[in-house]
């Protein structure tokens, strides 16, 4: 056990006065619970322990002192002490530091950080699969087969999952080989590692150009300095990336420590894991919402006895219990999805810099389009800035037009322009592969009834159903609702009334196939394309040429690299530019600049074309001649002159409750209470309450309140005392967001 023990006091002594520890519990509490130490239990600041807590047993982590605040006749005493390794000093401390922030409980937050308590038990034999000796295949094996087979014999036992990941194929490939008898069952002994062979740094050496290497240098040199440092890798899409910061993975495993790399969209990593093995001679242990059951309680367990060296996972990793952590490393740091909306509200890549500050060990954030918040960093000299202005190996920036379509709309009840579709039609013919890009799930976003006008709204949100045609059903995208398509009008009774307005990619989809009856046309959005497994299959069919035209929403822009994708055809280059989201022309530029840079990244050059119906906004403009210098220092300015971030703070308070009369009051209560006087003295306003953009979410009521301060104020002990000035009724619930990036 690391930290020192606790003091037992004088043996004599214990019956009069227990000596006590104070216990974090993964529960919404205000914090830590005091405990009295049994005899003959020594405990340590990090250890897991399971405690009472009225008529049922708890598993806590010991924190700390006692408070002292319990009388000792109802001192409790802890129960068991898990033999496994503590929780890192390092880690506790964010575990504080991110409740502190984000305003939540210690308990809310340490239940990110105990998301399988069984892995707190010592593993058991794990069941595994082994190349048979002197197995002869009666006819050749299939390419993926004969893979699985060598990784297989070369590597030893493996479990089926792993094996399919190592060997980049489907659990079918997997499957097969046991039935032909190529792999038999065996038995991985529980201390060894989850995923085969530990990451080598010097399994593969991979050509950097001129640039990637300066940049590769300067990453490795913060590595060795073995310091807290952060560091914004910004190149334009194609310029290697990821090349560069596996040379501070593999300097960071030389060391002997931990690295963890974040990514925004886990089931989308099919080809960075696939690089990972290619430069490291293995794959790295995966975390995130799809890995469950046995394997997410052994990678848990790896992590924390220091037996995994490289992570990759969603923001939920930056939780694990490393105990020697080296390197984290944001992918995609810009991507919204690193934003957690629910529970805790916290920002991934925030997170991750203060961790990286905890621990003393370097950050580095890489994108091509970084957020705005993290450029005004790199501006202040808060982070330091490495840049790839060139694609790699000789790749050029694809070349975008605007494609007014004032001028040159699409025909009737079509969403393709003529351009658009002639530029397809060339592309496919010259046999290479197209990308249509529409980020709307779905066949229709509103359906709505031709013969009394009534559109099907979600019962428990204030929004409409989306159409799936594909899965015959409506379904709402914020909640999860989910209904069969209606034969007939609910309001009016009229039979075969129904129908989808405006285009979703399943309706796109469809249009394409008539257009181009004979390309081989797939969806690719986030109900199509179901976990890692998935992903990995899509870029395997891509990758072979049996995919001539990709049609999908925003899971298509993240990092996916096709040599033979040469056009991009953006639908509705205008989607996210309407509303009050003060980070909607970031958001934009964003999306259609990453979309854009899938085409031509090999020496194939590359195009893309953006339907707008604002050729003049100057995002769009900005995307078509190529000047984002010119954007930003627009987009900055303006956000200077208004105090908004990066240069002041905001933070919302979403009031809500199942009755919209008790949210509403609830909510000018709140309003009445607000401290007026001492936040004018540092400049602090409060905007509200106004019924929030979405007012019924998920059988909710909800009205918000906006406070906004100069960007050296800090909100949090203003919000507090304001907080606790207005008495709530139980059924109000109160939602407060730091530095919210969803204005909903």
Known sequence: MSGASFAQGNPAAVDEAPARVGVLLPLALAGVYDYAIPKGLPLAPGDYVVVPLGRREEIGVVWGAARGDVAPARLKPVLHRFDAPPMPAAQRRFVDWVAD?????????????????????????????????????????????????????????????????????????????????????????????????????????????????????????????????????????????????FEAVAETLRAGRQALVLVPEIALTAQWIERFARRFGAPPALWHSDVRGRERRLVWRAVAEGRVKAVIGARSALFLPFPDLGLIVVDEEHDSSFKQEDGVVYHARDMAVVRGHLGGFPVVLASATPALETLANAERGRYRKLELPERHGGATLPEVTLVDLRRAPPPPRRWLSPELAERLGDTLEAGEQAMLFLNRRGYAPVTVCR?????????????????????????????????????????????????????????????AALLFPDARLAIMASDTVHGPEAAQEFVRRMKAREIDLVIGTQIVAKGHDFPMLTLVGVVDADLSLGGGDL?????????????????????????????????EHPVLRALAAGDRARFLAAEMEARRAAGYPPYGRLAALVVSAPKRDLA?????????????????????????????????LRGLHRFRLLVKAPKDVSLQPLIRRWLAAAKQPGAVRIKVDIDPYSFL
């Open 583 to 615: 980070r909607a022309a970031e958001r934009t530029w964003q999306l259609l600049a990453q979309v854009s840079g899938r085409a031509g990244r090999a020496e194939r050059p590359g195009r893309v074309l953006l339907q707008t119906y604002m050729p």
């Open 101 to 245: 922030y984000t305003m939540s409980s210690p308990g809310a937050v340490m239940r990110m950080a105990i998301p399988v308590p069984d892995a707190l038990e010592p593993p058991s034999a794990l069941a595994a699969l082994r190349a048979r000796a002197g197995f002869a295949p009666a006819k050749p094996l299939t390419a993926p087969r004969q893979r699985a087979l060598e990784i297989l014999a070369a590597q030893g036992p493996m479990t089926a999952r792993d094996l399919a990941r190592a060997a980049a194929v489907g659990a079918g490939v997997v499957k097969a080989l046991a039935a032909l008898g190529a792999a038999e069952p065996a038995v991985l002994a529980a201390d060894e590692r989850v995923a085969g062979e530990a990451p080598d740094p010097d399994a593969a050496h991979v050509a950097l150009s001129p640039q990637q290497q300066a940049a590769a240098a300067a990453l490795v040199a913060a590595v060795r300095a073995g310091a807290y440092s952060a560091t914004l890798l910004e190149g334009v899409t194609g310029s290697g990336k990821t090349e560069v910061y």
């Open 451 to 511: 013969a009394c006008g009534t559109k099907l709204n979600c019962p428990n949100c204030s929004t409409w159903l989306v159409e799936h045609r594909l899965a015959g059903k409506l379904q709402c995208h914020h909640c999860g609702y989910a209904a069969p398509l209606p034969k007939s009008c609910a309001a009016c009774g009229a039979e075969g009334t129904l129908v989808g307005c405006g285009p979703g990619v399943e309706r796109l989809a469809e249009e």
């Open 664 to 696: 509403e009051r609830a909510a000018r209560e709140l309003a009445r209470a607000w401290p007026a006087a001492d936040a004018a003295k540092s400049g602090v306003e409060m905007w509200g309450p106004a019924p929030a953009p979405l007012a019924l």
